[in-house]
């Protein structure tokens, strides 16, 4: 069974750094793409950044602040916050499929989530 487990988030000031990790088991990892998704309170969820074998895409907001990577070894990907803002605070999700995708319906396979929060 595919199980994929976040890890990382908590309350960290405007201009503060975070590495959010999201652990993947039951999956031949390297096949998949691996994304990072955000949610808001009353908002959609919304695609923030995903990397496949060869590539990685994100969102314009958080270009040249976030960074997404992944360790096939330890089947983990991460997601490496830098200049937080308080227009970050969301609820994070790590999701998996087999193609470069940037909507939610696209994935298969989703984590539990983690809370970021970021005051002023």
């Known amino acids: 069974q595919v199980q994929l487990v976040e890890s990382g988030g908590e309350l960290v000031q405007a201009g503060g750094s975070l590495r959010l990790s999201c652990a993947a088991s039951g999956v031949t990892f390297n096949s998949y793409v691996m994304a990072w998704f955000r949610q808001a309170p009353g908002k959609e969820r919304e695609f923030v950044a995903a990397i496949s074998s060869d590539s990685t895409a994100y969102t314009e907001p958080v270009k040249g602040r976030f960074t997404i990577s992944r360790d096939n070894a330890k089947n983990t990907v991460y997601l490496q916050m830098n200049s937080l803002k308080p227009d970050d605070t969301a609820v994070y999700y790590c999701?998996?499929?087999?193609?470069?995708?940037?909507?939610?319906?696209?994935?298969?396979?989703w984590g539990q989530g983690t809370q970021v929060t970021v005051s002023s």
């Open positions: 999701a998996a499929t087999l193609s470069m995708r940037t909507t939610p319906g696209g994935y298969r396979y």
